[in-house]
């Protein structure tokens, strides 16, 4: 946690409190088997960090209350985790003063002042003056805070807010990875960096302005508010102009994912499962532009789908269906959040080959039981269960899962936490129409006309 905001020093205070106590044998202790272990048959170095990185987002899409909490800019707060995490992976030498000096140098190279960085590189093991350091933390903080405070999106904006921090944090281990082992930080390398990250927040502009644009019905993001939006990301002069005509006219799937690197394809469909989640669902044309981008990409229909069921069990809003179904909101996600990390990826296969093998089957069962649906749909309008109905959906769901066998994994205990996963990725039309986003909507006009 740092400082007040208002605090030119907050990032400083951020770091100190970070550094207060930190043993990096400690950090490593708590990393997965697989990620501090240098298994010469296992991944290297970069793929260990990359797989840290996705931890860390992870940690980010399940901690509701790190993305709630602005005082504490939570975000940021995950940026130097990362680091501390990533160094300690790396096992680099750690003596406090040097290692604050070390996270001033990414940071400063991350928001792009690279002289700054530069001079606040130990050299030989020897950190700069303290003075030194706060300054170059002050000018970071006031970058990070233009980009990450407050978090999320505006309304009528784009949904960008997720993979700018993604990309934020990407870039900052690729910094680390290059410059921690070595000691020494490359200008040039550390340039490099910064126009990949840069290209790929105006790839990730154009790939999501498509999706919110694709359904002609539906509402268009306000320009004056993605313009604002492209302002604050840090793109420089150049591509925000580019950025603005992309947003305003977005090329065809097939077209931006032709000008995609390889590696960043995969990233931004996982970007745009996430901004789907957030959308109003219903809307074919935004279901075959994300079909027709991942087609592009070369990501098969099954993958697709195992991707899909892993967007929305990151998808931070379980919130509500945890108190719809008397679940504990804080201290259970919390913990599930370390489960996740664990056997996040098994769980989450399972459920995919769950929901797409037996799709139709479910979709068929829900319809016909009828109350199953209902319920669920209350649940997800953010209506808590009163005990009666929570013991309607465990034992309508046994019944289902009688006809669909697959289902018994909701039904099982602990089950009722993956029912969020289930009713985001059943068809829309599966659900009661009076629980839709368009029947919320419309209730709550027609109450305003009543109360007016």
């Not at 793929?47 to 975000?75: C, F, I, W």
Request: proline content about 7%; glycine content about 8%; charged content about 25%.
């Amino acid at each position: 946690m740092g400082g007040p905001l208002d605090s030119k020093d907050w990032l400083s205070a951020a770091i100190d409190a970070h550094l207060d106590g930190h043993d990096p044998a400690v950090v490593r202790g708590r990393l997965p088997r697989e990620l501090r272990d240098a298994d010469p048959e296992g991944p290297d170095a970069e793929a260990r960090a990359r797989m840290l990185v996705a931890r860390s987002l992870r940690h980010r899409l399940l901690d509701r209350q790190s993305m709630d909490d602005e005082t504490s800019v939570g975000t940021v707060d995950g940026h130097l985790v990362m680091l501390l995490d990533l160094a300690a992976l790396l096992e680099v030498p750690f003596d406090p003063a040097v290692r604050r000096a070390e996270i001033a140098t990414v940071l400063a190279a991350a928001t792009g002042d690279v002289d700054g960085a530069l001079a606040v590189a130990p050299r030989k093991g020897v950190p700069p003056s303290a003075a030194e350091v706060r300054r170059t933390l002050a000018r970071a903080g006031q970058r990070l805070l233009r980009v990450h405070f407050p978090p999320g999106d505006p309304g009528k904006g784009l949904p960008l807010y997720a993979g700018t921090v993604a990309i934020q944090r990407r870039l900052m281990a690729r910094l680390a990875l290059n410059y921690l082992p070595a000691g020494e930080l490359d200008p040039g390398a550390a340039g490099a960096d910064l126009e990949q990250a840069r290209d790929e927040e105006l790839l990730l502009v154009e790939a999501l302005s498509g999706l919110a644009t694709a359904d002609p019905l539906a509402p268009r993001p306000d320009r004056r508010v993605v313009s604002r939006q492209l302002e604050r990301i840090g793109l420089d002069r150049e591509r925000v102009q580019a950025a603005r005509a992309a947003a305003a006219a977005p090329r065809e799937p097939e077209q931006i994912v032709a000008d995609t690197p390889p590696r960043l394809r995969h990233f931004l469909v996982e970007q745009l499962l996430l901004a789907s989640l957030g959308m109003p669902a219903g809307s074919t044309p935004r279901a075959e532009y994300l079909a027709r981008f991942a087609g592009a990409a070369d990501i098969a229909p099954d993958r697709l789908a195992s991707m899909q069921v892993e967007a929305a069990a990151f998808h931070a809003d379980h919130q509500a269906w945890f108190r719809a179904f008397g679940l504990p909101e804080d201290a259970g996600w919390s913990e599930l959040t370390d489960e996740w990390n664990e056997f996040g990826e098994r769980m989450v296969d399972k459920v995919a080959t769950v929901i797409t093998e037996n799709l139709d089957a479910i979709a068929l069962e829900l319809r016909e039981t009828g109350e199953l649906g209902t319920l669920l749909a209350k649940a997800a309008a953010g209506q808590p269960l009163d005990a009666a109905e929570r013991r309607k959906v465990k034992e309508q769901l046994i019944d289902v899962a009688k006809a669909v066998p697959a289902l018994a994994i909701f039904a099982a205990p602990g089950g009722m936490v993956l029912l969020p996963l289930l009713a985001k990725l059943l068809p829309f039309d599966v659900l009661p129409s009076s629980f839709s986003q368009k029947g919320r909507d419309a209730a709550r006009a027609k109450g305003r006309r009543g109360g007016g």
